[in-house]
């Protein structure tokens, strides 16, 4: 048996406007170009993909089932610029077979550099998915499926109301250096015996990245050996999975579907037939599942020992695409020195009953929480700039000094209005 875990990471970052030295102005984000942003990406992967997958769980009856990681940042811009969007969401919810998982609001860095912070974004993330899907979520990503043996010590330390664990566990990649022989088609744990919610143990499970891969990244590429990928080819790649394994954990940005694979590389008619044809491949073995369906349904098979940290990002599968230099690390130390004289500024409004002075501080924090997104120190990488890869696709800078100087410039800003 095959199970088909579908994860999809939604995400659109708080751009920044140009901002220099001589600005000093607290309008730091860039409204015009999120919402051309937005909506672009709206009419090329939003829309279409979510109403397809809406009519895929219709049509299969309950049996194709996706899970969606959707930051703070992307709810707040749909609910803006394209609240259609956001009410097609909904009606997936409805369904029942689409789950919606925890993650920081800010698609931040945050467990890095405060565990404080962290738990807030976490708790306001899962307000805003109570309040707008009705769910509470039971299973934890870490921006850019960012993961080490601490992390998961620390969500399995969360509780709910109750006092229970609040996680069955998180995903993570299948890194081969910490695989070793193994497969990640198999439910993992950390070191350590953790517990996760019910009582079981706290469970990982990997994103087999080759054939995440293959649809993310190779599924246009005309070079590749396997070009044009049919929905047929790759449900038997995937039924290959029984017999050396339970999961077939396919995790990948959501934004593959249209606007990294354009409409016209066919992405979207693999992604109609691709149920039916997995269903059809070996009948009655091959289902989808959500993800904590999945952590209920399989057990863990052995550990998996990260002491150092681990994401999907590049070959590296580290942190240096965000942490990679000194512009990174400068940035985002400067960045958190800010946290605590912000927090100290709310407790003391709301000790003395000023309300002028907390709706200022507020604000600060606000802006201060939007900086935290990854993708501004993402921005700043250099690793790979000279070969027009991956980092110089998103950047909206000329190149990673623009970004740094930038961003430093608005947080300069920003420390000036916090008064320290």
């Known amino acids: 048996m095959a199970s088909i875990v579908f994860y999809f990471e939604v995400h659109q970052p708080h751009r920044l406007k140009r901002y220099t030295v001589f600005d000093d102005h607290p309008f730091y984000f860039d409204d015009e170009k999120n919402q051309a942003i937005c909506e672009k990406v709206a009419n090329k992967c939003y829309r279409p993909a979510t109403k397809l997958i809406l009519d895929l769980v219709r049509r299969h009856e309950g049996n194709f089932k996706v899970s969606f990681s959707i930051t703070g940042t992307v709810l707040d811009q749909w609910e803006r610029f394209c609240p259609d969007v956001l009410e097609t969401f909904q009606e997936l919810a409805k369904t029942g077979c689409c789950e919606f998982l925890a993650e920081t609001y800010y698609h931040s860095l945050s467990f890095l550099y405060s565990r404080e912070e962290f738990r807030r974004q976490i708790d306001l993330h899962t307000k805003r998915v109570e309040s707008l899907f009705g769910q509470t979520p039971t299973v934890f990503r870490d921006t850019e499926l960012i993961y080490n043996n601490d992390i998961a010590a620390e969500l399995a330390s969360m509780t709910d109301d109750a006092g229970n664990p609040r996680f069955y566990g998180t995903l993570c990649e299948g890194v081969d250096r910490i695989l070793g022989y193994r497969s990640p088609n198999y439910a993992y744990a950390p070191p350590g015996g953790l517990v996760g919610r019910d009582?079981?143990?706290?469970?990982?499970?990997?994103?087999?990245?080759?054939?995440?891969?293959?649809?993310?990244?190779?599924?246009?590429?005309?070079?590749?050996?396997?070009?044009?990928?049919?929905?047929?080819?790759?449900?038997?790649?995937?039924?290959?999975?029984?017999?050396?394994?339970?999961?077939?954990?396919?995790?990948?940005?959501?934004?593959?579907?249209?606007?990294?694979?354009?409409?016209?590389?066919?992405?979207?008619?693999?992604?109609?037939?691709?149920?039916?044809?997995?269903?059809?491949?070996?009948?009655?073995?091959?289902?989808?599942?959500?993800?904590?369906?999945?952590?209920?349904?399989?057990?863990?098979?052995?550990?998996?020992?990260?002491?150092?940290?681990?994401?999907?990002?590049?070959?590296?599968?580290?942190?240096?695409?965000?942490?990679?230099?000194?512009?990174?690390?400068?940035?985002?130390?400067?960045?958190?020195?800010?946290?605590?004289?912000?927090?100290?500024?709310?407790?003391?409004?709301?000790?003395?009953?000023?309300?002028?002075?907390?709706?200022?501080?507020?604000?600060?924090?606000?802006?201060?929480?939007?900086?935290?997104?990854?993708?501004?120190?993402?921005?700043?990488?250099?690793?790979?700039?000279?070969?027009?890869?991956?980092?110089?696709?998103?950047?909206?800078?000329?190149?990673?000094?623009?970004?740094?100087?930038?961003?430093?410039?608005?947080?300069?800003?920003?420390?000036?209005?916090?008064?320290?």
């Open 199 to 420: 009582g079981r143990p706290f469970t990982l499970l990997l994103k087999n990245y080759r054939l995440s891969d293959d649809i993310a990244f190779r599924f246009s590429n005309r070079a590749w050996a396997e070009w044009p990928l049919s929905a047929e080819r790759f449900a038997g790649w995937v039924d290959q999975i029984n017999g050396d394994g339970h999961l077939c954990n396919l995790f990948m940005d959501y934004e593959t579907f249209g606007e990294h694979q354009w409409a016209d590389t066919g992405i979207f008619n693999f992604l109609e037939a691709l149920p039916a044809k997995v269903f059809d491949t070996n009948p009655g073995q091959n289902h989808f599942n959500t993800a904590s369906d999945a952590m209920k349904q399989f057990a863990p098979v052995g550990e998996y020992d990260a002491p150092n940290s681990i994401s999907w990002a590049d070959t590296e599968r580290d942190l240096s695409a965000w942490l990679g230099n000194a512009m990174q690390h400068n940035a985002i130390e400067a960045f958190y020195g800010l946290e605590k004289p912000i927090h100290e500024r709310i407790v003391e409004a709301k000790d003395t009953g000023d309300s002028k002075n907390l709706e200022t501080a507020s604000h600060l924090l606000n802006d201060w929480r939007k900086l935290s997104t990854s993708d501004h120190y993402y921005y700043m990488c250099t690793k790979y700039w000279a070969d027009g890869d991956v980092h110089k696709y998103f950047s909206p800078y000329d190149s990673p000094y623009d970004g740094y100087i930038n961003f430093m410039n608005v947080l300069d800003d920003l420390r000036r209005r916090v008064g320290v």
